[in-house]
Structures are given as structure tokens and as C-alpha cells.
């Protein structure tokens, strides 16, 4: 790493249990006098909506809690236009990876573009981003992909660890994996520098230290709050580097297989990882000596195989699917040629640090996944 080069964005970040409550205050600051939400249903159910509500009392102007996964085109459309009815000078994003790519969609694509506040409730790590996933639904099959430019990345980003306390069993996994892939495809980016390398290796380090924790003791506030930190980590770590494989394919799998990211991202890791090894293995080792991998006697090579074992028993012991062919996944064997030809013409995919030079090589990695 003796040449390297980033960008950095300039977001303030709190982090602290109980900061939803500094929300009015800091909008005062920034001088936004009309806010917008952008949220889903469970964040009406959960009641952290109505507690967002009634801190931002008459600053926010109008709601749009119909965020769904792998925000769809037609979806941001019509928030751009509750956005524009109302003049609002920034968007905020309440909830998971979802609502916070649905706020930066609006806040990019309105024009003029306005700022965007994170408030996440997942570990996915968008809030630290200046990317956006968006579904071109229209198109058959529907296609994922996304934007990029330093004016998305939130100006904001409040994560008070309160919010994650009811994230369920399940999500709370899987969106953990996600935020461990992060870290994961940062240490071995083709643009890894010194900072991406930093925090994903602490990253690593606190999740592991904490997800099985926050999946048996979903209200043990300590081990959501050092969840919290290391997704915050993972999200740093991704926002100066290009992602890999594991990232590319999970985007197809999400956006035209409907997957849903965190599962996606817990069935595939392992095997990026193995399929990546053989040119990856010394840059993952700071990862697996974080997950208590001895690495004392062992070659690269064998240590990173068992980073990869010791991933995918963690993804079993937390009930999420391993396999694409599980049920609640329920993937054909007969899809997996057209996916391995959609995955091989995505950008992301192409910027894996091992060349892929044709889809048949995906088309392994998926079998052994299926
Ligand atoms: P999500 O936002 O779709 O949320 C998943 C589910 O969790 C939803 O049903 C939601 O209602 C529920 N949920 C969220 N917080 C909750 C809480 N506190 N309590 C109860 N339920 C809760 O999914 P995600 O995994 O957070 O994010 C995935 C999306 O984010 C994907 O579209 C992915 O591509 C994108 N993403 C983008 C980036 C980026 O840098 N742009 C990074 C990571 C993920």
C-alpha cells in the first residue's frame, strides 16, 4: 500500500444512545426550516416514526413510509413528488439500508439536490455512503444498479443505538454479515488505503465481539451499541473503496433474484472469500486474527479458509440460510447460469481484485453456494 488515493466526505456523525432527541437541534443548526422522512412501515410500527415526529415537531413537513427493498424507480418517483410539493431544503432517512438509499435517491436527483440526514436502524452501513442502489423495475428481468457521486453522501448521520434494540433476530444477523462483508471486501479492495484498512480491521474486531450477543439478548444495549460502532466502521471503510464479487453478486441477487441483501450477503461471503483466496488470503488476515483465528504455523491460504468456515458456522448458528437453494431463498438450479451472465457484466463484480475473465467462473461460485 505505498501508493494510494481517497475521497473523504464531509459528514458530521453522532453517535450516542439517546440521540434521536438531538434531531430539532441539529436541524436549528443547519438552518432546515421544512424536513422531509423517508421510511417504512416498520418504523410506523415500532413507534420510532412517531418519536422522529414529535422531536421534529413542525420542521417536518411530509412523510413517505413507503420505502420497500431495493428501492424501486417507480418509489422514488413518487417521494420526489411529495419532496417537491413541499419545498423541503433536506431528506432524512429513517430505517435500514432502504430508506437511507431512498433519501439519498431524492436529495441527489431533486433539483436542486438537497442535503440528506441517516438515522439508521441496521447495520447495512449506506448512511457512511456516496452511493445509491436503485431498481429499474420496468426493465425484465428488473436491474439493479447504482449511482455514485460525492454530493450523496448524507451530510448527517445520527446513530443513536436505541433504535436497533427491537431489530429482530433475524435481521439483526443479517444485517450484521452485511456490515462484516463490508469490512471484508475493504481489506482486500483494489483501493484499499491506509484509513478503509483501519477501520474495517476494528470493524471486523466489534462485530464479532458482539453479533451473537445482540442475536440472543436482542436489548442488551452494551452489545448494540459495539454493533452499532463496528457497522459504523464497516460503512467507513466501504465509503472510500470499491467493492468486489461478494458485492457485485449480491447486488444481482437482491435486485433480479429478490434475495434479500442481508441473506444474500450471508450465503455468499464464504464463498467470495474462498473464491477470491488464493490472490486475497495476506490482506484478509488481520479479519481472521480478529475472529480469533490463530494464525501461528498456518500458511495465508489455510488461515483464510478457515476465516471462511468460521463465517459461514456464524451464519448457521444465527438460523439464516446458507444455501441459495434454502427454504425462504428458494432459488432454481436452472437460474444460476443467467444470473452468473448478469453478475459478469456488473461493474461491481468487474472490480474484484481477482480478474474474472468469464461467467462460467461465477457460475462455480454460485453452484457451490446453491
Ligand atoms: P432494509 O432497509 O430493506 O431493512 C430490512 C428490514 O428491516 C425491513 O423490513 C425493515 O422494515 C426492517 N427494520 C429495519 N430497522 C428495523 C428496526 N429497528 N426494527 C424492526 N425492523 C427494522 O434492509 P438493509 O439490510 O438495512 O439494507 C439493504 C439495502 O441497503 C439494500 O438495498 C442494499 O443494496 C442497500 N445498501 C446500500 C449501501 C450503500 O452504500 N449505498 C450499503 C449497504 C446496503
Redesign the pocket.
Known amino acids: 500500500m505505498d501508493k494510494f488515493h481517497y475521497v473523504s466526505y464531509a459528514q458530521e456523525v453522532i453517535f450516542a444512545p439517546g440521540s434521536l432527541a438531538q434531531v430539532s437541534e441539529l436541524v436549528d443548526r443547519y438552518g432546515w426550516k421544512k424536513v422531509f422522512v423517508c421510511t417504512?412501515?416498520?418504523?410506523q410500527?415500532?413507534g420510532?416514526l412517531e418519536s422522529l415526529r414529535s422531536a421534529l415537531g413542525s420542521r417536518l413537513v411530509a412523510t413517505f413510509d413507503q420505502?420497500?427493498?431495493?428501492?424501486q424507480d417507480v418509489k422514488v418517483d413518487q417521494a420526489l413528488g411529495l419532496a417537491n410539493q413541499d419545498a423541503v431544503e433536506a431528506v432524512i432517512g429513517l430505517?435500514?439500508?432502504?430508506?437511507?438509499?431512498m433519501a439519498?435517491a431524492v436529495g441527489y436527483v431533486r433539483k436542486p439536490s438537497i442535503p440528506v440526514i441517516a438515522i439508521?436502524?441496521?447495520?447495512?452501513?449506506?448512511e457512511?455512503?456516496a452511493?445509491?442502489?436503485i431498481t429499474h423495475s420496468r426493465e425484465n428481468p428488473p436491474r439493479?444498479v447504482?449511482v455514485s457521486d460525492p454530493k450523496i453522501a448524507p451530510r448527517l448521520v445520527l446513530y443513536d443505538p436505541e433504535?436497533?434494540?427491537?431489530?429482530?433476530p433475524d435481521?439483526t444477523a443479517?444485517?450484521g454479515i452485511?456490515a462484516l462483508a463490508?469490512c471484508i471486501e475493504a481489506l482486500y479492495s483494489m483501493k484499499r488505503n491506509p484509513i478503509s484498512t483501519a477501520a474495517a480491521t476494528r470493524g471486523v474486531r466489534h462485530i464479532f465481539n458482539s453479533i451473537l450477543g445482540c442475536y440472543t439478548h436482542p436489548n442488551d444495549l452494551e452489545a448494540r451499541t459495539e454493533m452499532l460502532q463496528g457497522a459504523h466502521l464497516a460503512?467507513l471503510s466501504?465509503?472510500s473503496v470499491s467493492m468486489g464479487l461478494h458485492h457485485g453478486l449480491?447486488?444481482v441477487l437482491?435486485g433480479t433474484a429478490t434475495i434479500?441483501?442481508?441473506i444474500a450477503n450471508s450465503i455468499i461471503l464464504p464463498h467470495a472469500i474462498r473464491f477470491n483466496a488464493d490472490v486475497t488470503a495476506p490482506q484478509l488476515l488481520p479479519a481472521a486474527e480478529a475472529m480469533g483465528i490463530s494464525l501461528n504455523g498456518n500458511s495465508p491460504r489455510v488461515s483464510i479458509e478457515a476465516l471462511a468456515q468460521k463465517i459461514f458456522d456464524l451464519v448457521g448458528q444465527m438460523h439464516l440460510p446458507q444455501r441459495l437453494r434454502d427454504s425462504g431463498v428458494g432459488m432454481e438450479e436452472s437460474d444460476l447460469p443467467a444470473l452468473a451472465q448478469l453478475a459478469f457484466q456488473n461493474r461491481t463484480v468487474q472490480n474484484n481484485p481477482k480478474p474474472i475473465t468469464e461467467p462460467a467462473q461465477i457460475e462455480v461460485l454460485l453452484r457451490a453456494a446453491w
Open positions: 417504512n412501515h416498520s418504523m410500527k415500532n420510532h420505502v420497500q427493498p431495493h428501492v430505517g435500514g439500508g432502504s430508506p437511507i438509499g439519498k439508521p436502524t441496521t447495520y447495512a452501513g449506506s457512511m455512503t452511493v445509491y442502489g439493479k447504482t433504535l436497533t434494540l427491537d431489530l429482530p435481521l443479517s444485517t452485511n463490508h460503512g466501504l465509503a449480491c447486488h437482491g434479500p441483501h442481508g
